[in-house]
């Protein structure tokens, strides 16, 4: 009888069985469906980031995990148990409030041990666990100010430690690096990472900064409208988006519309009006839509004055578009430029300044070859 | 730096415009009264001995400094009347402070709870009865708590009482007059302070395990704290003082200090004592204001 226990029982599967599962849940305000039967799995031990516009429903997904906000539908399951209606202070998580939220009447020391004395936790055991933890985010030292006599990166550390303290089987994030100035949310990035890998801990970070979001993140998920549009991780999102919407919000896109004309030894020829005929890989999984769009990164787009080096093997292979130089802006470690198309239409380019002195730096007006090999094209349905 | 480099920046005069203010209308007066408390009583005009003349030369002005004498604060010392006015003072400044507080902090918090758009109009309520007079609002309490006054004539009709109760000229009635006028002052600190409170706070407590209770207790009353020093302040110092409410609603029994000084003023002629009694009361309440001054400044330090 023992092969006949269903699927989902605790103990049959437990490996399978994410940590957290977000299964369609919905959100209203009013009429606006902040979050629309959306449905998540993380992982334990995953750094997962929601991504997404700010209004996208993002937040409110999160304030939903950590109780502020109860679900009108669906289950949220933490380690098999459905929490959606427990209440905020009875959740094995915990929250790291975008402005912090620290208590400006406790020391630092009082606001992360906050959390363990309403766990109960002995005097003894406090002390030493909140030394533990203000090593962990290095605030040794200030463990008697108060907020107010903090940086706000010190801050940041505080209100890190704070959720950190109780342990939490989940912790949540909400936008925790936004106050931040940008090289000092650039390292903490990496230390946030480092400390999640450490601890081993589940992270759910909420960002509307797509770099944030790929830098720190195992996987990603990108909200929009109350829903999930891609789940994947930081490469697949920006090599293989699966929308339109996705490519342009995940980084710099050049997108021409098309017909699929043929296809042959794993290449689809493409007619646009824009860019005339593209030649892309084959995707993997078969072209429904006769109206599609290709999708190329501008990284991927090169320049030269003459075209790539002929090479008789692939070099019909190889897309080529000719137009002139409009725009040429030089960002230090990249130069990005637009191509006006002899169609008209705009292309963009970005390339690796590898050299000091650059011979080979485009200005403007100067006419250009563009190209870029079928594989680099993505062909997007939607 | 000069005098004359203070006064030619309009800077500098906006900033010792309030210490002259305080000179004219707080010192010089306070000097008067604290000069006639040092005086005797006389049948004169005015009724004290000695006055000041200064042109009787300066002999005259000697003498009359050494006939100043602190006698009236040894009569207030010694006769149980003014420190048993004192003490009811006190008394009924602090129960009164009390229930002001007990009251007043829930309808604060339930105003800073409410949606941004009806806060104004709690405010609004809050401060509507500060467009009828004063005097005019404890005249109509008279009138609702007389023998056939309005409470009376409601309890009857509804069985609570057999017989009309006694509200007028009792300590009851006095509270409730104190506690009706003096409500707007403890709500507005409270709920200012209340008012700007992140709700984010209360959100971090619940997160890290606190009760909605706790929460409270451990967040949201610690931060009103200087909310409730104010609006304690606000009214205890007032109260102590208070004459009009003791005098129309309560009995005569027992008299506060501002009763005791009308009387010693008014009905005896005895400015000395009167101002020697209001010299007393205003050391008294130094205590509670150096006692806020300092309350106020560790949490500006606490901001800093």
């Known amino acids: 009888m023992a092969e006949e226990i269903p699927k989902g029982e605790p103990g049959a599967d437990a490996a399978d069985v994410p940590l957290l599962r977000i299964d369609a849940v919905v959100k209203k305000f009013g009429m606006v469906r902040a979050v629309d039967r959306l449905s998540l799995d993380v992982r334990a031990g995953e750094f997962f980031a929601l991504l997404g516009p700010s209004g996208c429903g993002k937040t409110t997904l999160l304030r939903m995990l950590a109780g502020f906000e109860t679900p009108d539908e669906g289950r949220i399951l933490l380690d098999g148990k459905d929490i959606a209606r427990v209440l905020p202070h009875q959740r094995p998580v915990n929250m790291m409030f975008q402005n912090y939220a620290l208590f400006p009447h406790l020391t630092v020391r009082d606001n992360i041990a906050f959390g363990l004395k309403r766990a109960g936790m002995p005097r003894s055991q406090i002390d030493t666990r909140v030394a533990e933890m203000v090593a962990l985010v290095k605030l040794e030292g200030l463990e008697r100010r108060k907020p107010d006599q903090l940086s706000g990166g010190q801050k940041q550390r505080v209100a890190l430690a704070r959720s950190l303290a109780r342990r939490p089987q989940v912790l949540l994030l909400d936008e925790p690096l936004a106050a931040l100035d940008k090289k000092l949310r650039e390292s903490t990035q990496l230390e946030l990472m480092e400390l999640q890998r450490r601890l081993g801990m589940t992270f759910v970070i909420v960002t509307h900064d797509q770099e944030e979001a790929m830098t720190v993140a195992d996987r990603i998920g990108v909200m929009d409208a109350g829903h999930l549009e891609q789940v994947a991780t930081p490469r697949e999102l920006y090599e293989a988006p699966q929308s339109r919407w996705i490519a342009e919000f995940v980084g710099d896109i050049n997108l021409f519309e098309g017909q699929v004309e043929s296809g042959e030894a794993g290449r689809l020829m493409i007619s646009t009006k824009d860019a005339g005929t593209i030649s892309v890989a084959e995707p993997r999984q078969p072209i429904t839509k006769t109206i599609v769009a290709v999708a190329i990164r501008p990284e991927k787009v090169k320049l030269s004055r003459r075209g790539p080096a002929s090479d008789a093997v692939n070099a019909h292979a190889i897309n080529r578009l000719e137009g002139v130089v409009t725009d040429v802006s030089y960002l230090g470690g990249l130069t990005t430029y637009k191509v006006k198309l002899d169609t008209g239409a705009t292309l963009r380019s970005s390339m690796a300044n590898t050299a000091r002195i650059d011979i080979d730096a485009y200005n403007a007006s100067q006419r250009v070859v563009a190209w870029f090999t079928p594989d680099d094209c993505v062909v997007l349905e939607q | ?304």
């Open chain 2, 1 to 304: 730096m000069s005098a004359r480099g203070i006064f030619t920046r309009p800077a500098r005069l906006s900033a010792i415009a309030p210490y002259l203010w305080m000179v004219a209308f707080f010192l010089v007066p306070f000097g008067f009264v604290l000069k006639i408390s040092l005086s005797q009583t006389a049948i004169a005009q005015p009724p004290y001995t000695p006055a000041f003349d200064l042109t009787q030369g300066f002999g005259a002005f000697k003498a009359a400094l050494a006939a100043l004498s602190l006698d009236n604060f040894r009569l207030l010392v010694s006769d149980n009347l003014y420190i048993l006015s004192y003490l009811r003072s006190l008394v009924v400044a602090a129960v009164s402070t009390s229930i002001l507080l007990i009251i007043g902090y829930p309808i604060a918090y339930g105003m800073a709870r409410l949606p941004r758009r009806w806060q104004g109009i709690a405010m609004m309520l809050v401060i509507v009865p500060f467009w009828t007079s004063f005097l005019i609002r404890i005249y109509a309490w008279i009138n609702i708590l007389q023998h056939d006054g309005l409470l009376n004539k409601v309890l009857l009709a509804l069985h609570l009482v057999a017989a009309p109760v006694v509200w007028l000229s009792t300590d009851s009635a006095m509270y409730l007059g104190i506690v009706y006028s003096y409500l707007p002052f403890m709500i507005l600190p409270l709920y200012a302070m209340l008012a700007k409170m992140e709700p984010a706070l209360l959100e971090a407590a619940s997160d890290l395990g606190a009760s909605p209770r706790r929460a409270f207790w451990l967040v949201t009353f610690p931060l009103s704290l200087p909310g409730v020093g104010a609006g304690v302040l606000l009214c205890f110092i007032p109260i102590v003082g208070e004459f009009v409410i003791p005098d129309l609603l309560a009995g005569s029994n027992s008299l506060m200090i501002g009763q005791t000084l009308w009387l010693e003023f008014f009905t005896n002629k005895d400015w000395p004592v009167a101002s020697a009694a209001a010299v007393v009361l205003l050391v008294l309440l130094v205590a509670p204001l150096v006692f806020y001054d300092r309350l106020q400044r560790r949490q500006l330090e606490g901001n800093g």
